[in-house]
């Protein structure tokens, strides 16, 4: 059954027959009751939460090989050892997060570990780090995936950033349709990714195992590698193990996610961190041993690999696309089962930031370092703002750097390892306050954790000064700008809530000195508009009301007094000149020397606003009146009463109404009830509203006498 409403009447239930676009998108709002329907099991929260992790295997063995093949191809023997540091090291990390987990489950991670045990500032420097994780998150998984469907169709290389963007957009409408309904759409595609490489891994391992291993088309391609001084030797193999460490993204986003797990949310979300932890493990070093296997080369330019015809223009297919023709041929139903599900998984890999953001700001927005925005909770119970500010951010990024994802990784994983870093030096204080404690219990369990996280703290920060080192010239010193810079921001942020908070908050003694109440309502023309705001400040009961009308043009402003006598109101009309055209000033004088006259007296101003349906009449409309009462807020002891006025338009907001209901403002006139038969005003009524209009006109800045019986409404 549909409701109308009615003007001015805010308690109506308004539906509407007519599906905005927005809920088309979205769908219809929940019920904040609904918020517990909406946590994630186990098996929705794994593709969800470590689809980045998981996907990331499908880039991270190929940087990894890629930096080794600078040197030439013999550095490719080096790769298992590598890659066998960067499993130790996701070993290490995943058992450092479930202590973390264990400890802080609210969903702060690293943040809330920094901030509790090493201080406000190192909290920061988290947060900041993280905020650039989950932005690059997007902007490298995203074009990754896009890499993978051009290995596949060459042919939309020159549409990469579109591609890009478009993902992106896509991403974020899944997401703003809630958590619940974002993991039923990833939940597949991470599943079969999973399958599908792990499927590839054993049978190309079988073929081996049989004596007919796989061979890569770039197997034949030789690399002209650099002269490699001991030092730079050095260097090398440190620049492909921080590569390699790109798998370690988005191992975080489940410590920062606890509060979306169902009960028992800590159990839960350790289980499913060890899951991710074994799934990337297993996946990562059998992508690599196959690639080896096949002897996949994949240079930094293709110019690089020696004999490849056209390098010019030729595009090199991704590593996992090698590793796939290698093993089930370039024409198969399986290699394209692969790049197809490749694809969707990196692709879906930036849907772990776009949780693990919108969480973080609405943690920072609650301790008050960021806009307080980013923790409101949109109509499918997420927290929208996050969402749409990843992707903007995202997509500006994908725009600058072309989608280019060489450029891109260069910028990735220094913000993971500072938050590791942090995070595990937290978890070492906690767990040290802990054994300090004479009332605690269960020592010898902290005491295993204590050497958990101590060992994974020596160990992300050695890998960070690593990664900082190997990638600083590469582009990673956008970060350690951009990080400061945002640490800044929220910094200042905080200070700026902090002295709001401190400027409201109440005093000890109150005095309540406002005595008398007086009301203005602003004419401009003879409008329902008009009548109606003069019907609400007749409703309000006042102890004085009058109308004002500021005179710009002399023609209008007889006008109106004709039509202001002819409907006989019985609320006195003061006319104020302006001859320089102004409305806002003249008032606020006016108001400042009744205020002067009558004391510590509360003034209310009554003006119309248009209520319109469409985007485009706002633009039509004059925002004179929005001027108004802007510079009006700014006047002392003034309160501005807005009386919304609904055009035909507003039906697409609130649903259909009838014109035939009496509403106020219309079948009264915007007057107090009267007799049946009007009552015309004498010759003595109109000489003394003359007079009043003109002492009005004489002087611009002086009120009428509280009192007098032509200007008072009682």
Same mark, same amino acid.
């Given at each position: 059954?549909l409701?109308?409403?009615?003007?001015?009447?805010?308690?109506?239930?308004?539906?509407?027959?007519?599906r905005?676009p927005?809920?088309?998108?979205i769908? $219809?709002?929940?019920s904040?009751e609904?918020?517990?329907?909406?946590?994630?099991?186990?098996?929705?929260?794994?593709?969800?939460f470590?689809?980045?992790?998981?996907?990331?295997? !499908?880039?991270?063995?190929?940087?990894?090989?890629?930096?080794?093949?600078?040197?030439?191809?013999?550095?490719?023997?080096?790769?298992?050892?590598? =890659?066998?540091?960067?499993?130790?090291l996701?070993?290490?990390?995943?058992?450092?997060?479930r202590?973390?987990v264990?400890a802080?489950?609210?969903?702060?991670?690293d943040?809330e570990v920094a901030?509790?045990?090493?201080?406000?500032?190192?909290?920061?420097?988290?947060a900041?780090a993280?905020?650039?994780d989950y932005?690059?998150?997007?902007?490298?998984?995203?074009?990754?995936?896009?890499?993978n469907?051009?290995?596949?169709?060459?042919?939309? /290389? $020159?549409?990469r950033?579109?591609?890009?963007?478009?993902?992106v957009i896509l991403?974020?409408?899944?997401?703003?349709?809630?958590?619940?309904e974002?993991?039923?759409?990833? !939940?597949?595609?991470?599943?079969l990714f999973?399958a599908?490489?792990?499927?590839?891994?054993v049978v190309?391992?079988?073929?081996?195992?049989?004596?007919?291993?796989?061979?890569? @088309?770039?197997?034949?391609?030789?690399?002209?590698?650099?002269?490699?001084a001991?030092?730079a030797?050095?260097?090398?193999i440190?620049?492909?193990?921080?590569?390699?460490?790109?798998? #370690?993204?988005g191992?975080?986003?489940? !410590?920062?996610g606890?509060?979306?797990?169902r009960?028992?949310?800590?159990?839960?979300?350790?289980?499913t961190?060890?899951?991710?932890g074994?799934?990337?493990?297993v996946?990562?070093?059998g992508?690599?041993?196959?690639?080896?296997?096949a002897?996949?080369?994949?240079?930094?330019?293709?110019?690089?690999?020696?004999?490849?015809?056209?390098?010019a223009?030729?595009?090199?297919?991704?590593?996992?696309?090698?590793?796939?023709?290698?093993?089930?041929?370039?024409?198969?139903?399986?290699?394209?089962?692969?790049? !197809?599900?490749?694809a969707?998984?990196?692709?879906?890999?930036a849907?772990?930031?776009? /949780?693990?953001?919108?969480?973080?700001?609405?943690?920072?927005?609650?301790d008050t370092?960021?806009?307080?925005?980013?923790?409101?909770?949109g109509?499918?119970?997420?927290?929208s703002?996050?969402?749409?500010?990843?992707?903007?951010?995202?997509?500006?990024i994908?725009?600058?750097f072309?989608?280019?994802?060489?450029?891109?990784?260069q910028?990735?994983?220094?913000?993971?390892?500072?938050?590791?870093?942090l995070?595990?030096?937290g978890?070492?204080r906690?767990?040290?306050r802990? #054994?300090?404690d004479?009332?605690?219990?269960?020592?010898?369990?902290?005491?295993r954790?204590?050497?958990?996280?101590?060992?994974? =703290?020596i160990?992300?920060?050695?890998?960070?000064?690593?990664v900082?080192?190997t990638?600083?010239?590469?582009?990673a010193?956008?970060?350690?700008?951009?990080?400061p810079?945002l640490?800044? #921001?929220?910094?200042?942020?905080?200070?700026?809530y902090?002295?709001? @908070?401190?400027?409201?908050?109440v005093?000890?003694?109150?005095?309540?000195?406002a005595?008398?109440d007086?009301?203005i309502v602003?004419?401009?023309k003879?409008?329902?508009?008009?009548?109606?705001?003069?019907d609400?400040?007749i409703?309000?009961?006042h102890?004085?009301?009058e109308?004002?009308h500021?005179?710009? $043009?002399? @023609?209008?402003?007889?006008?109106?007094?004709a039509q202001w006598?002819?409907?006989?109101?019985?609320?006195p009309?003061i006319?104020?000149?302006?001859?320089?055209?102004?409305?806002?000033?003249?008032?606020?004088?006016?108001?400042?020397?009744?205020?002067?006259?009558?004391g510590?007296?509360?003034?209310?101003?009554?003006?119309?606003?248009y209520?319109?349906?469409h985007?485009? $009449?706002a633009?039509l409309?004059?925002?004179r009146?929005?001027?108004?009462?802007?510079?009006?807020m #700014?006047?002392?002891?003034v309160?501005?009463a807005?009386?919304?006025?609904?055009l035909?338009?507003?039906?697409?907001?609130?649903?259909?109404?009838s014109?035939?209901?009496?509403?106020?403002?219309?079948?009264?006139?915007?007057?107090?009830?009267r007799?049946e038969?009007?009552?015309?005003?004498?010759?003595?009524d109109?000489?003394?509203?003359?007079?009043?209009r003109?002492t009005?006109?004489?002087?611009?800045?002086?009120?009428?006498?509280?009192?007098?019986?032509?200007?008072?409404?009682?």
């Amino acid at each position: 059954m549909l409701t109308r409403p009615r003007q001015g009447v805010g308690s109506s239930v308004v539906t509407n027959d007519v599906r905005s676009p927005k809920r088309w998108l979205i769908g $219809e709002p929940l019920s904040s009751e609904k918020l517990e329907h909406q946590l994630l099991p186990k098996h929705l929260a794994l593709p969800i939460f470590a689809s980045d992790p998981l996907s990331s295997v !499908a880039y991270a063995p190929q940087e990894m090989l890629m930096i080794l093949l600078i040197g030439g191809l013999g550095f490719l023997t080096l790769a298992p050892w590598v =890659a066998t540091a960067v499993v130790v090291l996701l070993i290490v990390v995943v058992l450092s997060y479930r202590q973390l987990v264990k400890a802080y489950p609210s969903g702060g991670g690293d943040y809330e570990v920094a901030r509790t045990n090493l201080g406000e500032k190192a909290g920061l420097v988290v947060a900041s780090a993280l905020l650039v994780d989950y932005v690059m998150t997007v902007a490298v998984s995203i074009a990754s995936g896009v890499d993978n469907i051009i290995s596949a169709v060459p042919e939309l /290389n $020159e549409f990469r950033v579109e591609m890009a963007i478009f993902f992106v957009i896509l991403l974020a409408g899944v997401n703003l349709r809630g958590v619940r309904e974002s993991g039923k759409a990833f !939940a597949v595609p991470t599943y079969l990714f999973i399958a599908s490489v792990f499927v590839m891994v054993v049978v190309g391992l079988l073929r081996t195992a049989a004596g007919h291993a796989p061979v890569a @088309e770039s197997a034949s391609y030789t690399v002209q590698g650099d002269n490699v001084a001991h030092a730079a030797f050095v260097l090398l193999i440190l620049r492909a193990f921080a590569s390699g460490c790109s798998a #370690l993204t988005g191992v975080e986003a489940i !410590a920062n996610g606890v509060p979306a797990f169902r009960f028992p949310k800590v159990k839960n979300a350790q289980k499913t961190l060890a899951l991710m932890g074994g799934t990337a493990i297993v996946l990562f070093a059998g992508l690599t041993t196959v690639s080896l296997i096949a002897k996949v080369h994949y240079a930094e330019s293709s110019c690089d690999l020696v004999g490849l015809k056209n390098c010019a223009t030729a595009v090199q297919p991704s590593l996992i696309s090698q590793v796939a023709t290698a093993v089930f041929g370039a024409d198969s139903i399986p290699f394209f089962l692969i790049q !197809a599900v490749t694809a969707a998984v990196l692709l879906l890999a930036a849907n772990t930031a776009f /949780n693990g953001f919108p969480l973080l700001g609405s943690i920072l927005a609650r301790d008050t370092y960021a806009p307080k925005a980013l923790n409101s909770r949109g109509d499918r119970l997420i927290y929208s703002n996050g969402v749409i500010a990843l992707a903007v951010i995202a997509s500006v990024i994908l725009l600058i750097f072309r989608a280019n994802v060489t450029q891109l990784i260069q910028l990735y994983i220094i913000g993971v390892f500072v938050s590791f870093t942090l995070g595990q030096s937290g978890m070492v204080r906690h767990w040290i306050r802990l #054994l300090r404690d004479p009332e605690t219990t269960g020592r010898g369990q902290i005491k295993r954790s204590l050497v958990i996280n101590l060992f994974g =703290a020596i160990l992300t920060f050695t890998v960070l000064i690593v990664v900082t080192i190997t990638k600083f010239t590469h582009g990673a010193w956008i970060v350690f700008v951009v990080m400061p810079i945002l640490w800044l #921001l929220m910094l200042g942020v905080n200070r700026y809530y902090r002295d709001v @908070e401190v400027e409201v908050e109440v005093d000890a003694t109150t005095t309540f000195g406002a005595s008398g109440d007086h009301a203005i309502v602003l004419v401009g023309k003879m409008q329902k508009p008009v009548l109606k705001a003069i019907d609400y400040a007749i409703a309000a009961r006042h102890d004085t009301l009058e109308a004002i009308h500021v005179s710009v $043009e002399p @023609e209008a402003t007889e006008k109106l007094q004709a039509q202001w006598d002819a409907m006989n109101i019985d609320v006195p009309l003061i006319i104020i000149p302006s001859p320089y055209r102004d409305v806002a000033v003249p008032v606020i004088k006016y108001i400042k020397a009744h205020r002067e006259e009558f004391g510590a007296e509360v003034v209310t101003v009554y003006t119309p606003i248009y209520i319109v349906g469409h985007w485009w $009449e706002a633009i039509l409309h004059n925002h004179r009146s929005r001027r108004i009462r802007q510079k009006l807020m #700014l006047a002392h002891g003034v309160t501005v009463a807005l009386v919304p006025w609904l055009l035909d338009s507003s039906e697409l907001l609130y649903g259909r109404r009838s014109r035939t209901w009496a509403f106020p403002g219309q079948a009264r006139s915007g007057e107090p009830r009267r007799p049946e038969m009007p009552v015309k005003r004498g010759a003595q009524d109109r000489e003394v509203g003359a007079a009043a209009r003109s002492t009005a006109r004489n002087s611009a800045s002086a009120p009428s006498k509280k009192g007098q019986d032509e200007g008072s409404l009682r």
